[in-house]
């Protein structure tokens, strides 16, 4: 991998449609009594949070764990695809989430993205009940460095992708900041999902 730039940015408005598409068409479980949990508006963003930790120093992450839905995932490195939105986990691997590598490792001063799928056309994937998190829950990335970076959650909100609000979900922190995105919203058999689930969270701690 090549050195980082903070890059960010470059996800802004093409990853939302990326990241909507690649987990929503046809799916088994989008639309049904089985649907994934939606985040409430009690869930919505007040501020941004406080508590904030230190930066740690750059390092690629391995790991998400999010105890409250029972995450405990493999990350790997995603880029951006030829008409340059952020790419997605493939969609055989339910149980893999991915992270923007060209932009903010975990734990650094900026905005890191972890997405992943919400299901497949075999069931639930890895932020299945992303949605049903609460304000104060914990996430915590394993990082190739052999540390953990600790972040709280501020917010989780949902978004159609018409209104998606790039700037507020990928853009630049002067403190280190996680986003976890996946499917969400309306569902349609024919277009998929209609929007994305959105956690904001921020770093309190590592180890």
């Not at 799916?27 to 409430?40: E, H, I, V, W």
């Not at 691997?93 to 497949?120: C, F, K, M, Q, S």
């Not at 569902?187 to 309190?204: C, D, E, I, K, W």
Request: charged share 20%.
């Amino acid at each position: 991998m090549g050195r980082r730039s903070g890059r960010t940015g470059e996800v802004a408005t093409a990853a939302v449609t990326a990241v909507a598409l690649g987990c929503g068409v046809g799916l088994l479980y989008g639309g049904d009594a089985s649907a994934p949990p939606q985040p409430s508006t009690a869930e919505a963003r007040v501020d941004g949070g406080q508590g904030a930790a230190p930066a740690l120093p750059p390092s690629p992450p391995e790991r998400i764990r999010i105890p409250a839905i029972r995450v405990d995932a493999p990350l790997t490195g995603l880029g951006l695809t030829r008409t340059g939105s952020l790419d997605v986990p493939p969609a055989d691997r339910p149980g893999l989430a991915g992270w923007y590598e060209a932009g903010t490792t975990p734990g650094e001063t900026g905005t890191a993205i972890v997405a992943g799928h919400v299901d497949n056309a075999d069931g639930p994937a890895v932020f299945y009940r992303l949605g049903a998190l609460k304000r104060g829950a914990v996430i915590e990335v394993d990082r190739r460095d052999g540390g953990t970076a600790r972040f709280t959650v501020h917010a989780v909100e949902v978004y159609d992708a018409k209104d998606f609000p790039d700037d507020r979900v990928y853009g630049a922190a002067r403190r280190p900041e996680l986003r976890v995105i996946t499917c969400g919203g309306g569902y349609s058999r024919s277009t998929g999902y209609q929007g994305n689930v959105v956690v904001f969270a921020h770093l309190t701690g590592s180890g």
